[in-house]
């Protein structure tokens, strides 16, 4: 068997920070996003992974080179431009064959991993295996509409008015007749978001006579596209942390709580953590409260300041500022200082489709 992750795509709900570096980058509890994945498949055993790039290919590559390190063996394949995930379908046709897959979106994080989905699909042996979560908001998503059996019907990509709040998460199972929908009469279209959508693919396979299955999510998934969904499965994998680290230095009047992991290099002063929080390396917090479901990245700099439940990538200066931070992702080289001179102004650089809330 072998795997299919993405790593492309152009992030547009999570701009700015998508503007200037590949969304799969993005750390989650201090881990590039595109790990989870990784690790999800390799736990699975399957080590031979295709790997769909588009012009970011070199900051994937340089981070993860031929996989070696991770213990699997990635081979990239080109996206000249974002056309659905039925087009990376399409041009993996080549690297993928007559070989059973695993289909992974690179942005999804997911609990506990695919051992069980991958060992059903084993035993089962469909032509498709969907794996799908319930969710209060199922118009974000293409949703699989099942029978009284809790068979698969019928697959929608993100309906107006959904039948079913089973949401279809971004980890399929497919074997090598998913191919057969983009060729011949009856091969599917491209949509009018200009697109070949995936549940295309897969209510082609139920249309013609091809078993498609469900397995329902036994632990939580994310997809972590919106700022919101990534906060969360932040705060879920750092709930999921069951012991500390502390690498760095930590003084005597320090005063830390919970489950904390302190990078090397990172020095605490005078300052309260209350975990789960990760801080990465060579992070300096001075005189300041970190709260719970904090992940502060490498080389950030916190003085007099508060912030919790937040993503805070690297490099990042957080100032003097009089308010406690909340629920905020804050992209790398960011400087949030407050300013206390009069008159008493607010003083932005703001990139496109930023939030500034303001109190």
């Given at each position: 068997m072998k795997a299919l992750i993405t790593a492309g795509g152009h992030g547009t709900r999570l701009r700015p920070l998508t503007f200037t570096s590949n969304k799969h980058l993005i750390p989650v509890a201090n881990k590039p996003m595109i790990f989870y994945s990784l690790e999800a498949v390799r736990g699975a055993g399957i080590t031979d992974i295709g790997m769909i790039?588009?012009?970011?290919?070199?900051?994937?590559?340089?981070l993860l080179g031929n996989g070696k390190k991770f213990g699997v063996h990635i081979t990239y394949i080109d996206q000249d431009e974002p056309r659905g995930l039925g087009h990376c379908l399409m041009i993996a046709e080549r690297f993928l064959g007559k070989d059973p897959f695993v289909f992974y979106l690179g942005?999804?994080?997911?609990?506990?991993?695919?051992?069980?989905?991958?060992?059903?699909?084993?035993?089962?042996?469909?032509?498709?295996?969907?794996?799908?979560a319930k969710v209060p908001d199922p118009e974000r998503f293409g949703v699989a509409v099942l029978n009284k059996k809790g068979e698969v019907i019928r697959t929608v990509e993100k309906p107006k008015h959904p039948e079913t709040p089973f949401a279809i998460t971004g980890v399929y199972?497919?074997?090598?007749?998913?191919?057969?929908?983009?060729?011949?009469?009856?091969?599917?279209?491209?949509?009018?978001?200009?697109?070949?959508?995936?549940?295309?693919v897969f209510q082609?396979?139920?249309?013609?006579?091809?078993?498609?299955?469900?397995?329902?999510?036994?632990?939580?998934?994310?997809?972590?596209?919106?700022?919101?969904?990534?906060?969360?499965?932040?705060?879920?994998?750092?709930?999921?942390q069951t012991d500390g680290e502390i690498k760095g230095s930590v003084d005597?009047?320090?005063?830390?709580?919970?489950?904390?992991?302190?990078g090397k290099g990172t020095k605490i002063v005078n300052s309260e953590l209350r975990g789960p929080v990760v801080i990465g390396e060579n992070v300096?917090?001075?005189?300041?409260?970190?709260?719970?479901?904090?992940?502060?990245?490498?080389?950030?700099?916190?003085?007099?300041?508060?912030?919790?439940?937040?993503?805070?990538?690297?490099?990042?200066?957080?100032?003097?500022?009089?308010?406690r931070i909340d629920n905020s992702l804050i992209g790398q080289d960011v400087t949030i200082v407050q300013n206390h001179r009069h008159p008493k102004t607010y003083s932005f650089m703001v990139g496109d489709n930023a939030k500034v809330h303001l109190v």
């Open positions: 790039v588009n012009e970011t290919r070199p900051v994937i590559e340089e942005d999804n994080v997911l609990a506990g991993g695919i051992d069980g989905f991958v060992s059903e699909f084993k035993k089962t042996k469909p032509n498709c295996q969907l794996l799908l199972l497919l074997d090598h007749h998913c191919f057969e929908a983009f060729r011949g009469k009856d091969a599917i279209k491209i949509s009018a978001r200009g697109e070949f959508e995936i549940p295309d082609y396979l139920l249309d013609h006579g091809y078993k498609v299955r469900a397995h329902n999510v036994t632990g939580w998934w994310k997809d972590t596209g919106k700022m919101e969904d990534l906060l969360a499965a932040n705060r879920l994998v750092l709930e999921r005597k009047i320090s005063k830390l709580a919970g489950i904390v992991r302190i300096e917090v001075r005189d300041s409260y970190i709260g719970p479901f904090t992940s502060l990245y490498n080389g950030c700099v916190i003085h007099n300041s508060e912030i919790e439940h937040s993503v805070v990538l690297g490099n990042v200066t957080i100032r003097d500022v009089e308010r």
